[in-house]
Structure formats: C-alpha cells, structure tokens
C-alpha cells in the first residue's frame, strides 16, 4: 500500500523567512500530488496540484513545489512566509486507482 | 458553490453508544470519500463511493463501521458500538470526478467517553 511521509512535525519561522516542507511517498506507479492546508478553524482546501507536465507547479498565495520522480518527493515551498500562513499542511498522494493518501500533516507557525 | 455539507460539527457519546454522521457533497460530484482525522494525524481514509458504489473501503472497520450512499448523493456513516479509540474529526469530502481535487467539509468532531 502506498504511503506518504512528511518530515516535519512543526515548524517555526519568523516571517520573511523561506519555507520548505517535505514530502515522499512511495508507490511506484503513475500519481497525482496535492498539498492541502488547513487553517485555524476552517476546513482542509487545496493549496496546489501536480497531475502532469512542468515538475514545478504553482499554486494560490504564492506556494510552489517541485515534483522529483526520481526520489519520489514533492517539496512545497514559498520564499517568503507571512504571519497568516500559519497552518497545517498535508500531502497527498493519488494512485492510479483513485486511493487518495495523506502525510501526517506539517503544523507551521510563523512568529511576526 | 454551495461547500460540502456535513452534520452535526460536534458529539460526545460513551462508549459502546451508536452514532451517525450525514454528508452532502456539493452538486454534481460524483465521488465522495469519508475519512478519519485522529488528533495529530493525517485524513486516514475510511471509504470512497462512485456514485453509489463503493470503490474502497478497505481502511474501513467493518464489525463496527458501515457507510451508504443509496442515491448517489448524500451519505451516512454510522459507528455502531462506538470506542475511545473512535474519538476523531470525520471529514466528508467530494470531487467532480476521480482524478480531481478533492472539497472538504467543516468535519464532525466525535468524543467518546
């Protein structure tokens, strides 16, 4: 069964600082990524997708992440947080039979 | 859009009680998904409808779980006896279609005692 690992448990920044969060998973076919942020008090959203093409997607309030095949992680990333990206993040993995997978979750929590 | 919809946001039972949660996709999608959010824990997925067919449910404790999704639209989870164990967020979430991004609902947040 496939499953995804997300490296860190909670993180802290000052804002302005940059961020990156981990992700692997593993399964060896073909798979949809997806990073999903919940904030305080509101339900899970999507934060960005990678379904094909360009391996660096972008998604809303200036997240990014990068799709490496090869080491099977999908990283998010933005260069400069903001005291309201204080949240928990979780990667998602779906397999080509629709079973969609999440990490742990990633709490961050940027001081201003 | 109307969000997914889920009913009641919160219950406390005891033990070895029943209870049942009630979810509304939004309109039109066709997949549907009840997963299980333990404190500190990722979504862990309890069942994926199609429709009104089951496409996975194999994370799903049968002796004491059960799930449907008679007309392809709304559905219920059911936890029949509950455990401490069973304390948890369950969230609903729909797609358009498989393969899309999925839309949560609000949850409801179980505690049994």
């Known amino acids: 069964a496939q499953s995804v690992s997300q490296h860190n448990h909670h993180v802290i920044l000052s804002e302005a600082a940059s961020l990156e969060l981990g992700c692997n998973y593993s399964?060896?076919?073909?798979?949809?990524l997806f990073w999903y942020v919940q904030y305080p008090g509101q339900h899970l959203q999507l934060l960005l997708k990678?379904?094909?093409?360009?391996?660096l997607v972008k998604g809303i309030k200036g997240f990014e992440a990068e799709f490496i095949k090869s080491k099977f992680s999908f990283n998010l990333r933005k260069p400069s947080v903001q005291w309201s990206d204080t949240a928990e993040y979780f990667c998602?993995?779906?397999?080509?039979?629709?079973?969609?997978?999440f990490g742990a979750g990633t709490r961050l929590t940027v001081k201003p | 859009e109307a969000g997914v919809a889920q009913s009641p946001r919160y219950k406390i039972i005891e033990k070895r009680q029943s209870v049942a949660f009630w979810c509304n996709p939004i309109?039109?999608?066709?997949?549907l998904y009840w997963y299980q959010q333990i404190l500190g824990q990722g979504p862990k997925l309890l069942i994926q409808?199609?429709?009104?067919?089951?496409?996975?449910d194999s994370q799903l404790p049968k002796d004491r779980f059960s799930a449907e999704r008679l007309k392809g639209v709304d559905s219920t989870l059911k936890i029949q006896p509950a455990k401490l164990e069973d304390s948890a967020v369950y969230l609903c979430?729909?797609?358009?279609?498989?393969?899309?991004?999925?839309?949560f609902g609000n949850g409801t947040r179980l505690t049994v005692t």
């Open positions: 399964y060896g076919g073909t798979v949809n």
């Open positions: 409808f199609q429709n009104n067919g089951v496409v996975d």
């Open positions: 998602a993995v779906e397999s080509n039979n629709n079973d969609m997978r």
């Open positions: 309109s039109g999608h066709a997949t």
């Open positions: 979430a729909s797609s358009f279609f498989p393969f899309s991004p999925l839309h």
């Open positions: 990678y379904f094909s093409g360009d391996p």
